[in-house]
């Protein structure tokens, strides 16, 4: 009876532990993703300010960064096209405004050029993080016996952040 009575607490313990992990996984998950989303609208605000700058010296980078402020999406792969978008558009800016040696030598501008660089990079390094995470909670869930807990609860894969092939594609930029 208490070998019974045993085995039933070991296996309560050890289901315990999985559900446990397999939820904390999932916050981990959400937390990266939020990670994301938090650079993504340093970056927006950055941006305004820029075309700000911008508006003055080139009509060109104006309406591009104009452009890429109104550019909203929802869902993980929609977020992933639009932050490929506009990361090609910054590259183009930052490449143009080479040619306004005024915008260039500007201090302001300036600041904002290396504040939009380091949000690039956070950016970069979110994505990586987010789907580092997410292949740790797939791999997680799985996994046996795992998986038949994580059915039961109704756990399902997460969306890795892609990016498409054209998105991948060298950024041309036409001076």
């Avoid at 506009?86 to 904002?112: G, Q």
């Avoid at 996994?143 to 950024?171: G, H, Q, R, T, W």
């Amino acid at each position: 009876m208490y070998i019974v009575l045993g085995i039933i607490v070991i296996v309560i313990i050890f289901i315990i532990f999985l559900y446990n992990r397999i939820v904390s996984l999932n916050v981990r998950c959400d937390n990266a993703w939020a990670s994301i989303d938090n650079q993504l609208k340093r970056r927006t605000d950055l941006i305004p300010n820029l075309v700000e700058m911008t508006k003055g010296y080139a009509k060109y980078e104006s309406e591009t960064l104009e452009k890429i402020v109104s550019l909203r999406a929802n869902s993980i792969s929609e977020k992933a096209k639009q932050s490929e978008e506009v990361s090609k558009s910054l590259t183009n800016l930052l490449a143009i405004s080479e040619n306004y040696p005024e915008l260039k030598a500007d201090k302001v501008f300036s600041n904002l050029q290396i504040e939009l660089v380091g949000t690039e990079d956070k950016i970069a390094y979110a994505r990586q993080f987010y789907n580092d995470t997410v292949q740790h909670f797939n791999t997680t869930i799985m996994m046996f016996p795992n998986n038949i807990l994580a059915n039961m609860l109704k756990f399902k894969e997460k969306e890795y952040f892609k990016v498409s092939d054209e998105d991948k594609k060298v950024v041309e930029v036409k001076l």
